[in-house]
């Protein structure tokens, strides 16, 4: 069977990692393996490991050109001849929707999280099979355009276990890390991504000061850059940690490789988004190294954390609620490595999409 996946760009993000972790599943499981996009700093990967790639322009939006576009692509999908199509964004689906009119190959499109909704996204729903990433993606989908939720297929993004397995872990680099920033024998809360205001980390900051009445060397750990569109905000964060006197409690560590290290570092990590995440990846992964995790209580890690168990939720903004949950989610313990492999696996995610893939053959 011949796959074929289209996404915008091959550049850094959740939706092209995740095309190219199937893309290595499908190849490991005597697949071909084709991705069409208009090029980007994973192609490289792409190829070492054995998908092939053609670039084409699926990203711009130019009106103008779309006509020329959709007859290009239909030249180009005659000449790849997929068994499948799989669309992971709304512009290349709507190239993918007039180009495949005539060919009349089977399409599965993923909705990777929570669109605006007009039209415009509603391409996503008009295919043979659509796939939510999480529950809460399919119930937003399904509400929005009055969809049966018997249509929508919910496949989870997989976790690296791999990359993510407590016994794969540098304990170098922790023990160099925990000396460099003054982490040893202190509760350590972390917060690893982004540093932008969808993740509310003033909220992160403001329960380490209550936690600070109970836990004097508590540590909130912050591990994530800020692009230079952030400055301004990174700059109001330290601002608010001189104004709680939290200069010896809060670490501000920069862009990290070395994330399931700084999992294992924590003793509990924090997901404080205000926007719902799609699925929360760093949920599962931190999960899987075994440490608890705290998060918002919406969106697609209440799949994930299963409260009591391995993490609790808190209230959007309530830090008082987030610092009483650190502190109860500190004495967790639980075999997280276990449950992500029964449940968010890469290996569970290829193998719950080829069945979408043989269905439609």
Same mark, same amino acid.
């Given at each position: 069977?011949?796959?074929?996946?289209?996404?915008?760009?091959?550049?850094?993000?959740?939706?092209?990692?995740?095309?190219?972790?199937?893309?290595?599943?499908?190849?490991?499981?005597?697949?071909?393996? @084709?991705?069409?996009?208009?090029?980007?700093?994973? @192609?490289?990967?792409?190829?070492?490991? #054995?998908?092939?790639?053609?670039?084409? &322009?699926?990203?711009?939006?130019?009106?103008?050109?779309?006509?020329?576009? *959709?007859?290009?692509?239909?030249?180009?999908?005659?000449?790849? /001849?997929?068994?499948?199509?799989?669309?992971?964004?709304?512009?290349?689906?709507?190239?993918?929707?007039?180009?495949?009119?005539?060919?009349?190959?089977?399409?599965? $499109?993923?909705?990777?999280?929570?669109?605006?909704?007009?039209? %415009?996204?509603?391409?996503?729903?008009?295919? &043979?099979?659509? *796939?939510?990433?999480?529950?809460?993606?399919?119930?937003?989908?399904?509400?929005?355009?009055?969809?049966?939720?018997?249509?929508?297929?919910?496949?989870?993004?997989?976790?690296?276990?791999?990359?993510?397995?407590?016994?794969?872990?540098?304990?170098?680099?922790?023990?160099?890390?925990?000396?460099?920033?003054?982490?040893?024998?202190?509760?350590?809360?972390?917060?690893? #991504?982004?540093?932008?205001?969808? /993740?509310?980390?003033?909220?992160? *900051?403001?329960?380490?000061? *209550?936690?600070?009445?109970?836990? /004097?060397?508590?540590?909130?750990?912050?591990?994530?850059?800020?692009?230079?569109?952030?400055?301004?905000?990174?700059?109001?964060?330290?601002?608010?940690?001189?104004?709680?006197?939290?200069?010896?409690?809060?670490?501000?560590?920069?862009?990290?490789?070395?994330?399931?290290?700084? %999992?294992?570092?924590?003793?509990?990590?924090?997901?404080?988004?205000?926007?719902?995440?799609?699925?929360?990846?760093?949920?599962?992964?931190?999960?899987?190294?075994?440490?608890?995790?705290?998060?918002?209580?919406?969106?697609?890690?209440?799949?994930?954390? /299963?409260?009591?168990?391995?993490?609790?939720?808190?209230? @959007?903004?309530? $830090?008082?609620?987030?610092?009483?949950?650190?502190?109860?989610?500190?004495?967790?313990?639980?075999?997280?490595?276990? %449950?992500?492999?029964?449940?968010?696996?890469?290996?569970?995610?290829?193998?719950?999409?080829?069945?979408?893939?043989?269905?439609?053959?």
């Amino acid at each position: 069977m011949k796959i074929v996946q289209i996404l915008p760009e091959l550049n850094l993000g959740g939706v092209e990692r995740g095309t190219i972790e199937l893309a290595k599943n499908l190849k490991a499981k005597g697949f071909d393996s @084709v991705v069409v996009s208009n090029g980007g700093k994973l @192609v490289q990967i792409l190829l070492d490991e #054995g998908s092939n790639h053609y670039k084409f &322009d699926v990203c711009s939006k130019n009106i103008l050109t779309f006509p020329g576009r *959709i007859l290009g692509l239909r030249t180009l999908l005659k000449e790849i /001849k997929p068994d499948i199509i799989h669309v992971r964004s709304r512009l290349p689906a709507w190239l993918v929707f007039f180009a495949n009119k005539s060919l009349k190959i089977p399409v599965v $499109a993923t909705i990777h999280g929570f669109n605006s909704i007009n039209f %415009y996204s509603k391409i996503m729903t008009k295919f &043979d099979r659509t *796939i939510c990433v999480s529950n809460a993606v399919k119930d937003y989908v399904a509400k929005s355009y009055n969809i049966d939720k018997n249509s929508l297929a919910v496949i989870a993004r997989g976790v690296n276990l791999d990359e993510f397995s407590p016994k794969n872990l540098d304990f170098d680099f922790i023990k160099n890390f925990t000396k460099e920033y003054e982490l040893e024998n202190r509760l350590i809360a972390g917060f690893i #991504g982004r540093i932008t205001q969808l /993740k509310d980390i003033e909220t992160f *900051i403001k329960a380490i000061a *209550i936690l600070k009445s109970d836990f /004097k060397d508590v540590a909130g750990l912050i591990v994530g850059e800020a692009r230079n569109d952030k400055l301004e905000y990174l700059s109001t964060l330290k601002e608010l940690v001189k104004a709680l006197n939290l200069q010896q409690n809060i670490v501000f560590a920069g862009a990290c490789s070395k994330i399931a290290e700084i %999992y294992k570092i924590c003793n509990v990590v924090v997901s404080s988004s205000k926007k719902p995440e799609s699925f929360g990846r760093s949920v599962a992964e931190a999960i899987a190294i075994g440490t608890p995790v705290v998060a918002s209580n919406h969106g697609g890690v209440k799949d994930i954390v /299963k409260e009591g168990i391995n993490g609790y939720f808190f209230d @959007v903004g309530d $830090a008082a609620g987030l610092s009483a949950k650190i502190k109860a989610a500190r004495e967790l313990k639980f075999d997280g490595f276990r %449950y992500i492999s029964e449940n968010f696996s890469l290996e569970k995610m290829a193998n719950e999409t080829i069945k979408i893939y043989e269905s439609l053959i």
